[in-house]
């Protein structure tokens, strides 16, 4: 702001303004006068070239060969926080979103201070500000409205070559962050083998100078003059034949004679004859070429995988010049899908007793795909050794709305929690750091689902979903935990609990809004809990919020006697506990009563047999008995650990944070030792009864820490285990298998002809369909052909139909996994599309776009028959091809799932 005095009858001046780096990318310009009690006024924008205060910059070598080392110069403020990335060109252009650019934060910086664009603007409204006069002025009535540019880099291809067997292809390459002491930091690294140019980008903070990044990205290319390039599908099953195509790059100026030599290690894949389709004898296979001057030839082999796993695909080519060489990996599945089981033992041996013994079945259809089995018997000293070690993988289900998306994120907090508490933090750095790692990631994901009033809703505000409240509390309950670990914002915890506080009726209750994750949550008593659960998560906000918390402790204690819903009172023992209720143990004695106990275990049901949260119930139920002095804890602890999977975590992602967070606390509060003493002697016995492996196992003070795993045979039905000695353990047997899908096609129609599934197996114009289904829940119909073009279309209907039984008439959320044909991709069109159906609240693809899952927020039996059109591009040419499967399922009642195979 600045006064400026001018002389009587001027008519211009010359103002002048020294640009500053606050004024970047646009700063705007309000000049106002008053005169014979008009105001007279002027606005205008002045933009300045895109640049930060804050400057980093990365030189580079421009080309290097595969494998070798370079080094890298980055130069920026000292004392800053600097972040690294260096990606494969081919990334960027199949999606240029994935990369920030400084065009996108200047544009956001540009969103922030633009006025609203409504038509009648008043004096100082363009800049941002607000006039206060008594003096008269002019409407303007219309404006050239400001618009946010647009802008989206554009990359040209280049391609390259290479020497020596090539069998580093990552698609990220450098992906790092550090503290800079000097201005000039340099980094040393192993180009990969891909040839390809990587885009490296670098980003600082500086405490002085703030934000700045990179203006461009600095180029290095990966080059040879002569090398073999090749394409693989994600992933082929057993059974099928795949032509693995080449391409040999000869950038020499003279055509060169080449052999090309494909070995087939370790005997993994037999090369098949392209004239009578059946497998050779030879394990190495070669062909001649002229590899043409500064050009490219193409040829391919044919092979039929003989083993499931990771097979390695190895290629040489050489002349009297050049040679190149690569080993890459093809993926190779099962047919059908996987049935994963896991089996936990609690044991707690005491001096008095000393010896256990217990026998494990393996059930084990018979109709399994054979030599698909897998099986792993492991033990340790500790409950949640196995929760530990797989933070990355405790749910085996799609993570794509902002409650799924928390088990990225809570149970990191919960692990640290435990770190801090038990002081194991120290001698745990490396886990300390993914954990750590993790949050922050989490962290950002989750604030893609906030509203501008603090609030989160099930796909974000993009999605136009309506504000949770049980989300809110949930996330921001979490937030307030991590607080310590991560930079979680006071203002988003804050506007968060706000938001809360706005839901609280006169009578004390918490209102329900937004999307209904599980019908468990309507009860008004068990709901109005797990809101005030939030509030006295912290000492801070038990302060701050002591009314809302008052309030809403009066209103569970005047409807004790109206609770009577399990999971409602689980939920209220715990708020009411951590309130210091007077009131806590009349409801934790009411939730006694609703108890089972079976063979030394103790649980809970739900009141609603249709939709059980049993985990989550009894995970409640321990935690509020943790802070008695009850003695059937363990008997609890047992029953949790058996509804666990191999990862440690349960079936879906709020049963496996509630019990995450019960386990952890029970382990505070009985450690285990250091003394345990215990000795595992194991046979495997197969369907027969015939010993096929026997063995044992250990656990000293010397090893307490290791989680010690051991492969039974394939043919184990059947483990007996006799443990001696003192302390506690557990003991985990994991195993899966594949069995067949069922396509159960009744008929199959082409040009409204009915034909045999036989006459036509290898025709791709043929449509098959499945006629009349056995379901549990959901009738899933696909339809799919092969167009001339090398496209498939799939027609996917689907209706929830479920038993008589069944009284609830409508799902919770839904997500449907479609499976593509070996080969074959989703088509960017398709995702497009899908998602502009009404009914869909979200598509997201997986394992390089060879599988689509679209999610529902839910179903009702009387709705209509749905559909869905998808189209896939056949990338890959696989023969013989395999069935590809559809499976449908209720996301927080997973048991209620269907799966349907299609083939064409």
């Not at 919960?414 to 990631?441: C, Q």
Request: with cysteine; proline share 4%; charged share 20%.
């Amino acid at each position: 702001m600045k006064y400026i005095p001018l002389p009587a009858n001027t008519k211009s001046h010359i103002i002048k303004i020294k640009p500053a780096v606050d004024m970047i990318p646009r700063c705007y310009v309000y000049v106002h006068y008053i005169i014979n009690g008009d105001l007279r006024y002027c606005e205008l924008s002045l933009k300045f070239p895109n640049e930060f205060e804050n400057t980093v910059s990365i030189s580079a070598p421009s080309i290097a060969k595969p494998g070798q080392e370079v080094q890298l110069d980055l130069r920026a403020k000292p004392n800053s926080y600097v972040g690294l990335l260096a990606v494969d060109l081919s990334v960027y252009l199949e999606n240029p979103d994935f990369n920030i650019d400084r065009e996108r934060i200047f544009r956001e910086l540009v969103y922030d201070l633009t006025f609203s664009g409504v038509d009648v603007i008043y004096p100082g409204q363009i800049s941002g500000l607000i006039t206060l006069t008594n003096a008269n002025y002019l409407y303007e009535t219309s404006i050239e409205k400001y618009e946010r540019p647009r802008s989206k880099i554009e990359y040209d291809t280049f391609r390259t070559e290479r020497l020596k067997i090539r069998s580093k292809f990552p698609e990220t390459w450098i992906f790092m962050d550090f503290d800079n002491v000097s201005e000039m930091t340099q980094l040393t690294f192993n180009v990969p083998d891909t040839i390809t140019t990587w885009l490296i980008t670098a980003f600082s903070v500086n405490d002085e100078s703030g934000f700045g990044m990179m203006s461009e990205p600095t180029n290095l290319t990966v080059f040879k003059t002569f090398f073999i390039s090749t394409n693989l599908p994600y992933s082929i099953k057993s059974g099928e034949v795949v032509k693995i195509p080449l391409v040999i790059f000869n950038y020499h100026n003279k055509d060169l004679d080449t052999r090309i030599t494909m070995n087939s290690l370790d005997g993994d894949y037999d090369f098949i004859d392209e004239l009578t389709m059946q497998p050779m004898a030879s394990t190495t296979k070669s062909q001649d070429i002229i590899a043409s001057a500064n050009g490219g030839n193409t040829l391919h082999f044919f092979i039929k995988p003989k083993k499931l796993g990771v097979i390695r695909i190895n290629i040489k080519a050489t002349n009297y010049l050049y040679n190149d060489a690569i080993l890459q990996q093809l993926l190779v599945e099962p047919t059908g899908t996987m049935e994963n089981h896991n089996k936990d033992l609690f044991i707690n041996l005491k001096k008095s007793e000393q010896l256990f013994r217990s026998s494990i079945d393996i059930d084990v259809p018979e109709n399994h795909v054979a030599d698909t089995e897998f099986l792993q018997l492991s033990v340790s000293s500790d409950i949640l050794h196995t929760t530990l070690d797989n933070l990355d993988s405790l749910v085996q289900l799609p993570t794509g709305c902002a409650e799924q998306n928390m088990v990225n994120f809570a149970p990191n907090v919960l692990v640290l929690d435990h770190l801090r508490a038990t002081r194991k933090s120290s001698e745990n750095s490396d886990l300390v750091k993914r954990a750590t790692g993790h949050l922050e990631v989490g962290y950002q994901q989750e604030l893609s689902y906030r509203h501008y009033n603090g609030a989160y809703s099930v796909f974000g505000p993009n999605a136009q979903t309506e504000e949770s409240t049980w989300l809110t509390a949930y996330i921001t309950r979490f937030f307030i935990k991590a607080q310590r670990y991560a930079g979680v914002e006071n203002r988003i915890i804050q506007s968060g609990l706000h938001f809360l506080e706005s839901k609280q009726l006169p009578s004390g209750e918490f209102q329900y809004t937004g999307y209904l994750f599980h019908s468990a949550h309507q009860d008004r008593y068990g709901f109005t809990a797990f809101v005030l659960m939030t509030f006295l998560e912290s000492s801070k906000s038990s302060r701050n919020y002591k009314a809302v918390i008052q309030k809403g402790v009066n209103y569970l204690v005047d409807n004790i006697n109206n609770i009577n819903d399990t999971y409602a009172l689980s939920l209220v023992s715990v708020a009411l506990q951590m309130s210091k209720s007077e009131q806590a143990n009349q409801v934790l004695a009411k939730l006694q009563q609703k108890s089972h106990s079976k063979k030394g275990l103790k649980w809970w049901q739900s009141s609603n047999a249709e939709h059980s949260n049993d985990v989550e119930i009894t995970a409640y139920a321990l935690m509020a008995l943790l802070g008695t002095n009850s003695l059937d804890n363990i008997n609890i602890v047992k029953w949790i650990l058996e509804q666990r999977n191999k990862a440690g975590g349960f079936k879906t992602t709020h049963d496996t944070v509630v019990a995450l967070q019960a386990l952890i606390r029970f382990n505070q509060k009985y450690p285990s030792n250091n003394d345990t003493l215990l000795k595992f002697n194991y046979a495997a016995l197969d369907a027969q009864g015939l010993e096929v492996g026997n063995g044992f196992l250990g656990i000293d003070p010397s090893n307490s820490k290791i989680w010690q795993k051991i492969e039974l045979p394939k043919t184990t039905r059947l483990l007996q285990l006799k443990i001696e000695g003192e302390g506690n353990a557990l003991v985990q047997l994991a195993y899966h298998y594949y069995v067949p899908l069922e396509t159960d096609v009744e008929s199959i129609t082409l040009d409204d002809d009915s034909i045999t599934a036989t006459t036509f197996a290898k025709s791709s114009s043929v449509i098959h369909r499945r006629e009349t289904p056995k379901q549990k829940s959901f009738a899933i119909s696909p339809m799919a052909k092969l167009t001339s073009n090398a496209v498939m279309e799939l027609e996917v209907c689907f209706k929830f139909k479920p038993s008589k039984e069944l009284k609830h008439r409508q799902t919770n959320m839904v997500i449907m996994e479609i499976n593509m044909p070996s080969g074959f991709v989703v088509s960017p069109e398709s995702m497009h599309d899908l998602q502009e159906e009404e009914f869909v609240a979200r598509v997201e693809v997986k394992d390089s776009n060879t599988k689509c899952l679209a999610y529902f927020k839910h179903l009702q039996a009387d709705d209509d028959e749905k559909c869905l059109s998808i189209q896939a591009d056949n990338m890959h040419e696989v023969l013989q091809l395999e069935p590809a499967s559809i499976i449908m399922y209720d996301y927080y009642i997973p048991e209620n799932r269907d799966t349907i195979a299609y083939q064409m």
